[in-house]
């Protein structure tokens, strides 16, 4: 049994490979475990510029090697007896998809959608400097959806006001629309602890929902 001591490392987020090595959905690390202690998946370890696959079991054994000369390369869960790395990869051994799972709608997905930016004046901002706007606005009966909210920037928002982006004559940078992935993939890969991903990735391997 895995122990929840290590919060930051059951927080962790795993990229999952198909039998193919297709890359297909970002799961947390408790998911990905339960996969992997299920013998539904295998461990795929970056290892001095190649890749190699390990079983659960396997895997923790690894481990403890890893634990004792490069501990500060990863992040540790624990278990009664020992730490176990966070895998940054598994690989699915019986099926190809997971079940699809919709992009959640809020502040913090759109924010990564429209990456911090105002979809109005195009500036980059920080999110403290940030407001959602409602494209049409909720007392012309617009709604709080993916194709109606856009981050604008204080300024933008208060010169647009009650009206719509022509009314104000304002014009948006990109039409907002759904997400078909979690935004968070582009926060995700700029971080080091994720970039045994980049391969999978840059090879076309991404047809994907992502959580």
Known sequence: MLSAGLE???DCNVLVLNKNY??????GARRA?????RRLAEVVSYEEGSYAN?????????????RNFEPDNYDWVSTVNIYVAVPRIIRLL???????????FNRRNIFARDKNRCQYCGKKQPISE?????????????????TNIVCACTGC????????????????????VRPKHSPLIHIHLGHQRYSSWKQFLDNAYWSVELK
């Open 8 to 10: 930051s490392g059951l």
């Open 22 to 27: 297709m890359a297909i959905r970002i799961i």
């Open 33 to 37: 475990f339960s996969l992997l202690c």
């Open 54 to 66: 390990y079983d659960f079991q396997s895997w923790c054994d690894v481990s403890e090697l890893k």
């Open 94 to 104: 019986f099926y190809d998809r997971l079940p699809r799972s919709e992009v959640k």
């Open 130 to 146: 940030l407001s959602l706007d409602h494209v049409l606005p909720r007392s012309a009966g617009g709604k709080a959806t993916w």
């Open 157 to 176: 928002n208060v010169k647009k006001g009650g009206r719509t982006p022509q009314q104000a004559g304002m014009a948006l940078i990109q039409k907002p």
